[in-house]
């Protein structure tokens, strides 16, 4: 399974994302995590200390490696670099690793550079392509409210886009127009997933404003999640109905997915 989360700042795709992966590796799969969140927090949503946290490098800022892979010096625009850079040895290189989980932080390319057909877009473009098209395991991508990390080609492998939304009418547009922009990449499995809903009129308000998105579940509002991560706790560990809900939902995403 090769699976991007996105959605609007603050909905809970990250909290979901790491869910994900801990229910896949705990049901005996390898997993790849890829944070490709500008605000890169899936490390602590893994369980993965602060500390730790923050003597992770993003592949983004691996000057010295881009340098030597793409043949150009980040930072620069036009030129000639190689668009394809080998990429294979990177995920087990330069990821760290929890419980069956590798974790990969990419970084975001910042500044003027942005959107730029540069050496650092291209090794990122050239990562995902192998993680999503060529790796075995699992892989679960957390990614902001675009999709500006995946070429045609790498959405194209990706088998579930999920979409993030809480009750609200910005998380709800916000989905319309994720799914837009991953239509155009020829990504047409796009589902939303319901996250801090509190009861059934707000999970039935989900689905009467997302006609046309299937919904394979919701991840309800729960003080123990507020309260495991305000302490640094993984919530996989400490919220039992959390997991309950990720595995329902990843059940039915399946279960989508084999009969379209």
């Known amino acids: 399974m090769k699976i991007a989360t996105s959605g609007k700042g603050g909905v809970g795709k990250t909290t979901l994302a790491s869910l994900m992966a801990m229910a896949y590796a705990d049901a005996g799969y390898n997993v790849i995590a890829i944070d490709a969140n500008p605000d890169a927090n899936l490390a602590l949503a893994l369980g993965i200390s602060p500390e730790e946290a923050d003597n992770i490098t993003p592949i983004i800022e691996l000057q010295d490696l881009i340098y030597e892979r793409t043949g150009a010096q980040p930072g620069t625009i036009g030129g000639n670099f190689k668009l394809n850079p080998e990429v294979s040895d990177i995920p087990d290189r330069f990821s760290i690793e929890r419980n069956g989980i590798k974790l990969l932080v990419m970084g975001t390319v910042k500044g003027p550079l942005a959107g730029c057909v540069c050496p650092e877009s291209a090794m990122l473009k050239a990562l995902l392509m192998h993680l999503v098209l060529r790796r075995d395991e699992v892989v679960i991508l957390d990614m902001d409210a675009g999709v500006e990390h995946l070429g045609r080609g790498t959405a194209q492998g990706v088998d579930a886009f999920l979409i993030v939304v809480e009750p609200g009418q910005r998380s709800l547009q916000t989905a319309r127009s994720v799914k837009k922009l991953a239509e155009g990449l020829n990504i047409h499995n796009c589902y939303a997933v319901g996250c801090k809903t509190r ?22 509002y729960n003080e123990d999640i507020v309260k495991a991560d305000a302490e640094g706790l993984n919530v996989y560990e400490r919220v039992p109905q959390a997991v309950k809900n990720v595995q329902e939902i990843q059940q039915e995403m399946e279960r989508l997915l084999s009969n379209p």
């Not at 404003?209 to 579940?217: D, T």
């Open 199 to 220: 009861n059934e009129s707000e999970r039935q308000f989900i689905k009467d404003n997302l006609p046309g998105f299937p919904i394979p579940g919701f991840l309800d």
